[in-house]
């Protein structure tokens, strides 16, 4: 596997200009956006009966309703639980009142945990991203803990962002593991 070596200036610049862009959309669109990502997860044919997924934080796209519609759609859903740099562990996802409070303001499921090997058995991963380019390139928030966590994974993996952070070409490094498909909330699932 590997890592980064340092901060990546032309990243940074990324992240910064993507998370002020954030900041500024407002809680009616984000809310509208969240419905329509909750309406896509249940409107994709994929077949997965184990989905690795996450609970959206701060502004990130999506919410705990876009986990329960693939729950109701008959879909076990696993969700990421950091242990430190490791890769990150993962649990099963019950419902909102299964979440406790983890690390950097996330929430996690409360029950047994699983292990790091978990995502490699699941049928999709459903992955957080700032933006994600045209080529499979994801920014993340720079911890690396999906790139981490997901090499060797060949299920697909699917980044979320919003409909302007899906972007023609973002800096890339030989670590980045690469998204097979991106949801949006206007323009749905794109196969990369």
């Not at 070409?169 to 998204?179: F, I, K």
């Amino acid at each position: 596997m590997v890592t980064p070596t340092g901060p990546d200036p032309e990243k940074d610049a990324w992240r910064k200009r993507l998370v002020k862009a954030r900041a500024e959309v407002s809680s009616e669109v984000r809310a509208a956006e969240a419905q329509a990502l909750a309406d896509a997860m249940s409107a994709v044919a994929w077949p997965a009966a184990t989905v690795c997924a996450y609970v959206p934080v701060g502004t990130e796209p999506g919410s705990v309703a876009m986990l329960d519609a693939l729950r109701a759609a008959g879909r076990r859903v696993l969700l990421p639980i950091v242990t430190g740099k490791e890769p990150l562990d993962w649990g099963v996802y019950f419902g909102a009142d299964s979440l406790v409070p983890g690390p950097f303001g996330l929430r996690e499921p409360s029950g047994l945990r699983l292990g790091r090997g978990a995502v490699a058995n699941a049928d999709a991963v459903v992955i957080p991203a700032l933006a994600v380019d045209r080529q499979g390139v994801r920014l993340g928030r720079g911890a690396g803990h999906y790139d981490r966590s997901l090499g060797g994974v060949t299920a697909p993996r699917i980044a979320i962002v919003r409909a302007e952070e899906f972007v023609d070409r973002l800096p890339a490094e030989p670590h980045d593991v690469l998204m097979t498909a991106v949801l949006t909330p206007s323009g749905g699932f794109v196969p990369l």
